[in-house]
């Protein structure tokens, strides 16, 4: 007798009659098959194939149209019930727990009375594409076979959820993805003097890359500048370009031109985005001076130059002008400092901080907070949504520096200075350039006056902490805005005025009223 548990539901029994002795008909029994009780005896299985096997299952040698991957054999059924047949799935996964995973259907053929069940091929790679994404390296792929038993066009699992009929690890690679991406990529040139296979002159200029594995993220950035004195010649003559190539890895250890070297097709070209070719790659030009950010793309073969701008101005959003970058003091860009490199800035900070963005929405490749929200007058800045809130020991109005890198197109440190004075200092008899005629706020910092008395021809500047560290001056190609060490402010006229200066929003202007 073939083992199946079937139940059936009793019968309802004849419900007796009420007054009047009304018969009623009996009710039609019904029936319920419960699921076969299938035990782990009734089904014998082996691992076959890329299973049975310790060899790196390497899935290019499947690529075949309609390949399939075998993985079971059904060596016996004992007792199963009539017409019932058996089924193998295998599930895949990048860990042992199985929390990603894929299942894959397989399908049977027979031979000598052994059926082999096997899971196509195109389907498997996909599984470990999704996975582990296209690298050629080994990867340890997870699996499980659960067993099911068809009957009457129903799916019944084999003892449990809990059983599997194999279960393991296997080392595989997925099929070829048709390109090969370096661990590492470097930018040759002029500037570098071609110096192939030199690791220490060329570390400098290796790409940088993010942590994902390259396969998963080809794309490769490489930021540089190109000054007047790059295009000069050791004579004085000037230099028709730049020439460049790009080596990866292994072009870099074999110091071999022929191996791992990429450019454009055509030498001198002086596009600055095209395709890159491994194959007699030529030299590309560059013929402009500027700050620079080539990007490389590695799977789609592909390169293009952009030529940076640094921003004209910083924003100041936080608590004290309601997060608003447009509605902050903006940072200027110290012109008469070449060696510091930086941008600065006048404004008010509260309990809540600030952060400082160099476009005007919130944008993570352009947003700087501090590397710890612990407050302190100096730091170094992080980029995006990691850098938390710049925060001070105490509220109060500061001046602030903030250092920019022009390779890299990025701010690197800041530094503030509490503000406890803000005065007017001139040729005036009230000052004679020796003292300063306090300004007042009556708006934590938004804007500062004072009032002074001054003769036609005299000259005046604004000055903080009673020091010559930072003054306010005339910007000479707009009286009004306030620059750092500007130039003088001159009375055409005697009189009595009263200065003010006003913060933000935008950068600081200086207006001058008669009283």
Known sequence: MKKLSIFLLGALGMMAATSCEEKIDPAIPQSNPQEPILTTGDVVSQKAGVLASTAVLNLEDYRAEGATVPVMQLVETKDL?????????????????????????????????????????????????????????VKTMYYRVPVYVNLDGSDYRLQSADYYAAEGTIEETCMDQGFTISDAYYFLSDATAWALGDAATMAPFKFEHSDADVYDDPVFVFKFKLTEADFMNADG?????????????EGMDLADWATGIYG?????????????????????????VGQYKLTINMEEMTYSFEILTRPEYLYTPGGFNGWSQT???????????????????????????????????????TDYGAETDTPALSGNFLLGQDGKNIMVPTPGFFWMSAQYDEVSGTMTTYQLTPITSVGIIGGFAASGWGSDVEMTTADGGITWTGEISINAGEEWKIRFNHAWDFSLGADPDNVNHAVLDGNNYKATEAGTFVITLTTQPGIPVITVAAK
Not at 123 to 129: C, P, Q, R
Not at 277 to 285: E, S
């Open 237 to 249: 003559t000037t230099k028709d370009g730049i020439y460049w190539k790009i080596a990866s890895q």
């Open 327 to 365: 509605a902050s003091a903006f940072m200027q860009w110290d012109s008469k400092n070449d060696v510091s490199k930086g941008y600065y800035g006048l404004f008010g900070v509260n309990d809540q901080g600030f952060k400082v963005c160099a476009a005007p929405e919130w944008n993570n490749a």
């Open 81 to 137: 019930p009539e017409g019932a047949t058996v089924s193998y799935k295998i599930q895949l996964s990048d860990t042992e727990d199985f929390k990603r995973n894929v299942t894959l259907a397989t399908t049977s053929t027979t031979a000598d009375g052994i059926a082999t069940y096997a899971a196509n091929a195109e389907e498997w790679n996909s599984a470990h594409v999704y996975l582990f994404g296209k690298s050629p390296k």
């Open 264 to 288: 454009p097709e055509e030498n001198g070209d002086e596009n600055l985005d095209g395709v890159l070719v491994d194959v007699n790659a030529q030299a590309g030009k560059l013929t402009e």
